[in-house]
């Protein structure tokens, strides 16, 4: 028979194992697409309400790889992305668990989210038109359709087309006209360009600002960065030079891109990561989205911070994002095509 002093030692010795793995498991590893300015006060927010600590790994590059040679071993427990196709990739690598979280389904949308390949939104960017305001008119471009008009000819600059924000727009051309007229869509806007496909966004809006051109292709938060830059002040002209317009207004809506995450099969902390998971689509992290990079919240209970919603509202479009992931392949072999 077991004395009762001895099972009361068992008993707390298990207590006490309960306890130190709870501990052990108050921290989240990360791999990361997102820039650490931008990751820092989210981290910072859900450890000061939670007292869970973060490690993470910045990696813009190379990350499928690493996963696949960590395998099981891997200390990772969740990876964020600033694209969908990232989360497509390492989700048809079978990287990522399913989400089955009540959760997040309250709180972002269905095609804002993948819960059978494991991942979801976490906040939405449009890719707008930037045009000159003196140079052109209100009202002259309401729909993407528009930049292959030839009126425009000579007067588009672009980043290369192989860039995920453009391929996702071709995607999601693709998936609304089909692969011919997408086809003849790239050809008609390719032939508008007043320059080779160079730069990034930031580049077209300066390319607008010296006069090389007049209309580009922008992710909408990189307006309100350059609005705001302090160190370079020369960007604030370049965004007092610019008319943002919101696309498709009249029938499927405005195009948006998203940056996203999901919780690793072989995470180490898969139940601490979840719950972050969970907190990112909550109010208090959508609103740090909404105001530390003029992001969109994607939980409808949660406004656009103040400044972004001075730009203009817009009906966005309601193609599933995992249907632009999936015609990403797709869009490729159009840029290839036209040389975009």
């Known amino acids: 028979m077991i004395s009762m002093s001895r099972l009361t030692a068992s008993m707390f010795a298990a207590v006490i194992g309960i306890f130190t793995t709870m501990v052990q498991a108050a921290e989240i590893n990360i791999y990361s697409y997102r820039t650490p300015a931008l990751l820092a006060p989210l981290l910072e927010a859900y450890t000061a309400r939670t007292d869970v600590s973060f490690n993470v790994v910045h990696a813009p590059k190379g990350l499928v790889q690493r996963l696949e040679a960590e395998g099981a071993q891997s200390p990772a427990d969740l990876v964020l992305s600033v694209d969908v196709s990232r989360l497509a990739e390492l989700a048809d690598k079978g990287f990522f668990a399913p989400l089955s979280s009540a959760e997040i389904a309250r709180n972002v949308p269905d095609y804002l989210r993948d819960d059978e390949s ?57 998936a609304h006209h089909g692969e011919e007229e997408a086809l003849k869509w790239a050809r008609g806007y390719m032939a508008n360009l007043a320059r080779r496909p160079q730069g990034n966004d930031r580049a077209q809006a300066k390319a607008i600002f010296a006069g090389e051109c007049d ?126």
């Open 118 to 174: 494991g991942w979801t939104a976490l906040s939405t960017k449009a890719r707008v038109v930037i045009a000159a305001k003196d140079r052109v008119a209100e009202g002259e471009i309401a729909r993407i359709e528009d930049l292959a008009d030839p009126k425009w000819q000579g007067r588009l600059c672009t980043r290369p087309g192989s860039h995920v924000y453009n391929r996702a727009l071709l995607a999601s051309l693709i």
């Open 215 to 340: 209309i580009a292709l922008m992710n909408s938060y990189y307006f309100g960065l350059m609005k705001f830059n302090q160190e370079q002040p020369e960007q604030r002209q370049w965004a007092d030079a610019l008319r943002l317009v919101f696309l498709n207004q009249g029938d499927r809506g405005q195009h948006v891109n998203i940056t996203g995450g999901g919780v690793l099969k072989t995470a180490p902390n898969a139940a601490q990561a979840r719950l972050f998971l969970e907190w990112l689509t909550q109010r208090q992290a959508q609103e740090i989205y909404a105001a530390i990079n003029y992001e969109y919240p994607v939980n409808p209970d949660v406004a656009a911070d103040s400044e972004v919603l001075s730009w203009g509202r817009f009906k966005a479009d309601e193609l599933p994002v995992e249907k632009i992931a999936a015609l990403a392949p797709a869009a490729q072999k159009l840029i290839n095509i036209t040389g975009w």
